[in-house]
């Protein structure tokens, strides 16, 4: 530390970005079975997905005005969704609700938009989820930098 000015010197900056954070652990089978692991095993959390219980929270990037609607895979540190609906008074984000009720099984009243009403970036939470789907399953190991051992 640089007493005069209060600021790290260049070694401590360099220690500091080396230090591994701790990763929390998520146990969801169905994502597990989907990639052929035990179900005992827990997955690190990525950053686009936050479960508490049965109440799963999703950080989306969504491309409104797609030709169908899908999971598109990951776009930084978020699980990133085509929709077919115009972003246009708000039909995108119910179309956005009904699409990841069906994608989960849930039904839409369970699904709510928490962040994001009038932008792609958006944080929405789901009730009552019991399994992730084998389309949002198979990225896990992707977001958290393990490989696929099929």
Not at 2 to 11: D, F, I, R, S
Not at 27 to 40: E, L
Not at 97 to 103: G, P, Q
């Amino acid at each position: 530390m640089n007493e005069e000015h209060g600021v790290p010197n260049v070694q401590e900056r360099r220690e500091t970005k080396r230090r591994a954070l701790p990763v929390p652990a998520l146990r969801i089978a169905a994502g597990k079975a989907a990639m052929g692991h035990s179900a005992d095993r827990p997955w690190p959390v990525p950053a686009w997905l936050t479960q508490d219980g049965d109440r799963v929270t999703l950080a989306l990037r969504v491309q409104p005005r797609a030709s169908r609607d899908e999971v598109a895979g990951l776009y930084g540190d978020r699980l990133k969704l085509r929709i077919t609906a115009p972003p246009v008074d708000g039909a995108a984000n119910e179309h956005l609700c009904r699409f990841l009720a069906r994608l989960f099984g849930v039904p839409p009243s369970r699904v709510q938009l928490l962040q994001g009403a009038s932008g792609r970036d958006k944080l929405v939470a789901l009730e009552g989820v019991r399994d992730l789907p084998g389309t949002i399953a198979r990225l896990l190991p992707q977001a958290a930098g393990r490989e696929d051992h099929r």
